[in-house]
C-alpha cells in the first residue's frame, strides 16, 4: 500500500497572443487617413509660402542689375519707401431721421423689449430702465436726433 502520488497537471497552454497591428485593425484606416491629410495640409502651405518668394525674387531680379558682392563688404542697406499721405475725404454725413420715423423706430425696439424674457432679476431691472428711456422717447416733444 504505498502512497500513490498523483502529479499535479500541467497548466492549460496559453492562447496565443494577436499582435499589435492585428489587435487594433480598425485604427489603422484612420491613422493612415490623418497622416495623410496633415501631409497634404503641410505641403500646400508651404507651397503657397515658395510661390510667394519666388515671385518676389524673379521680379527683384530682373530690374536689379548683378552686383559682384566679393570686392564690396559694404552691409546691403534696405530702403523703406515713405508712406503715400493719407488723403481724408470729408465725412459726408446722412440725412436727418424724420421725428414721425424715430418714434416708430423707438415704438418697435419697446415692442421687441416687451418679447423678450429675462433671466435673472439683473436683466429684469436693466429691460425695465430700456423700456421706460424708451416710452420717455415716444411721449416728449422733442425727440433727440439720432
Not at 500541467?10 to 492562447?15: F, L
Not at 552691409?75 to 503715400?84: C, G
Request: aromatic letters at 6%.
Amino acid at each position: 500500500m504505498g502512497s500513490q502520488t498523483t502529479p499535479n497537471p500541467p497548466p492549460p497552454p496559453q492562447p496565443p497572443r494577436e499582435s499589435f497591428a492585428r489587435r487594433y485593425k480598425f485604427l489603422w484606416p484612420l491613422l493612415l487617413a490623418v497622416n495623410f491629410t496633415v501631409g497634404a495640409y503641410l505641403f500646400m502651405r508651404t507651397k503657397k509660402k515658395d510661390t510667394g518668394i519666388t515671385e518676389e525674387d524673379a521680379s527683384s531680379d530682373v530690374g536689379s542689375p548683378t552686383v559682384s558682392t566679393t570686392t564690396v563688404t559694404a552691409t546691403p542697406v534696405t530702403e523703406n519707401p515713405l508712406p503715400a499721405p493719407f488723403i481724408m475725404q470729408p465725412v459726408k454725413l446722412p440725412d436727418p431721421i424724420p421725428d414721425s420715423q424715430q418714434r416708430e423706430l423707438f415704438k418697435h425696439i419697446l415692442e421687441e423689449k416687451r418679447k423678450v424674457k429675462p433671466k435673472d432679476p439683473e436683466e429684469k431691472k436693466q429691460l425695465d430702465e430700456e423700456k421706460a428711456l424708451l416710452k420717455q422717447f415716444i411721449r416728449a416733444k422733442s425727440i433727440p436726433k439720432i
